[in-house]
């Protein structure tokens, strides 16, 4: 399955960029003076070789576009304190389209004719499906930035780990009971037709009956459908709650269709952010949203209580407090999902210095040494918040936050615990042979 330059008053100093930046060397633990880079002391100086696989094109570029952009300034941050093992790093991007077979295509790419040392960065969960028997026959080791249960699952393979962002099951696990709480428990669920919208259909239904709730519609939408006026008259009239995670370029269609087949008269409405990601939401049409619920990773707007990693982080990336591009406003971000790229990219660094990672002869030991993690604290690495790594099941579980559209903005209400969305492992990717 991809910001801010936000400056915060505190008393009456302000955060200003350079201080973000600095703050997040400091926070790391890593040397920042001007101009020293700690590359001498590595046996080679020649560069880890990052492949990134980009959705340049197809209906992940928008998420695309911002996931690189995110990349690239955690990498600069990595490079100007030393790089990893005393190399700097380099990214070398290829477009996959989002689509799966061209993803195998760029896997074998990188390994074959870039020679990466890794694969890292892809969101859309049929692309990641697509690509993973690639990595796995190459033996190169492969960090996806998606959402899908398709990792922790266990039916991809010992070379796929998703370090960085939480799956699916853990997501709707940890909400499904603030929706019974409070919105209602009769759902109907509308979704994408592949495997990111089968992990929604799958695990929210059981989800919400612990919670004596009970789905009472599942509408799936085919990824390339523009119009969804056809699909809206299935939602039952006993319908409490309206359960929707829509993405790509017909979302802003999606919503607007939504509000006139309504009307003022509506059930409770609970999307997953992916329905908005790179979208304003003070967009003309979208009035009809206002006091809905929305899942978000990473909160878009700012809120009063961030961390001063979260602040750091946005700052680098450069998102506005409304989560939009500081050199353009009308450049929406994908903020609930791009700071797993962030996070991802410090927790290869960790393993492969964990691992003493040199080269491709240590790709084995980089899978072991990643396998071995168990945690990570928030802090300026780490800026979504704290989390919890499986290493036989290679999946991270975290905070999730439920945000109500208030005012044309999205205030967090609600963050769940870690524990909310923790599940029983159906799989130890360990087992398999390297």
């Known amino acids: 399955m991809t910001d801010s330059n936000r400056f915060f008053d505190l008393g009456k100093s302000r955060l200003s960029r350079r201080t973000a930046l600095k703050g997040i060397a400091a926070g790391a633990g890593l040397m920042a003076a001007p101009g020293f880079v700690r590359y001498s002391q590595a046996q080679s100086s020649a560069p880890i070789k990052i492949g ?24 600069k941050l990595i490079n100007d304190a ?16 989002t689509d799966p077979k061209r993803g195998a295509e760029v896997v074998a790419k990188f390994a074959s004719q870039h020679k990466t040392d890794i694969v890292f960065g892809t969101l859309f969960s049929h692309v990641v499906v697509g690509s993973a028997p690639t990595a796995g026959e190459l033996k190169i080791p492969y960090y996806v930035v998606s959402e899908g249960y398709h990792v922790a699952s266990g039916k991809l393979n ?3 780990f998703q370090p960085g962002i939480t799956d699916v099951r853990s997501q709707v696990t940890s909400v499904a009971p603030w929706v019974a709480a409070n919105l209602g428990k009769k759902v109907t669920m509308i979704y994408p037709d592949y495997a990111f919208g089968y992990d929604h259909r799958d695990y929210f239904a059981p989800a919400i009956k612990a919670q004596g709730g009970e789905v009472v519609a599942q509408i799936p939408i085919p990824p390339t459908e523009s119009s969804f006026t056809k699909y809206l008259p299935q939602i039952p009239a006993d319908t409490e709650v309206l359960y929707h995670v829509m993405v790509g370029p017909g979302v ?42 929305f899942w978000e990773g990473s909160p878009r707007y700012a809120q009063a209580n961030d961390s001063e990693a979260q602040k750091a982080y946005r700052a680098a990336v450069g998102i506005d407090d409304n989560g939009a591009s500081t050199t353009d406003a009308k450049d ?9 790229c962030w996070e991802t990219l410090y927790v290869i660094k960790k393993a492969m210095e964990d691992s003493g990672y040199k080269g491709p002869e240590d790709r084995a030991k980089l899978v072991e040494a990643s396998e071995a993690l168990t945690a990570f604290k928030e802090g300026p690495e780490h800026p979504q918040g704290d989390k919890t790594f499986n290493g036989k099941i290679h ?26 969305g923790l599940y029983e492992p159906e799989a130890d990717y360990t087992t398999q042979p390297l």
């Open 252 to 293: 802003l269609t999606f919503v607007k269709e939504l509000g006139e087949f309504y009307g003022s008269t509506k059930p409770q409405l609970f999307g997953f952010i992916d329905s908005l990601e790179a979208v304003d939401i003070n967009s003309p049409g979208l009035e009809f949203l206002d006091g809905s619920h």
């Open 332 to 340: 929406v971000s994908t903020a609930a999902h791009m700071f797993g």
């Open 158 to 160: 010992r070379w796929v």
């Open 395 to 420: 999946q991270v579980f975290g905070h999730q936050n439920i945000s109500k559209v208030e005012g044309g903005k999205l205030n967090v209400v609600h963050r769940t615990s870690i524990e909310d």
């Open 52 to 75: 990134f696989q980009a959705h340049r094109t197809g209906i992940g570029a928008a998420y695309g576009r911002w996931y690189e952009k995110t990349t690239n300034a955690a990498v």
């Open 82 to 97: 030393g790089g990893i093992n005393g190399r700097p790093v380099e990214i070398i991007v290829e477009d996959d389209g």
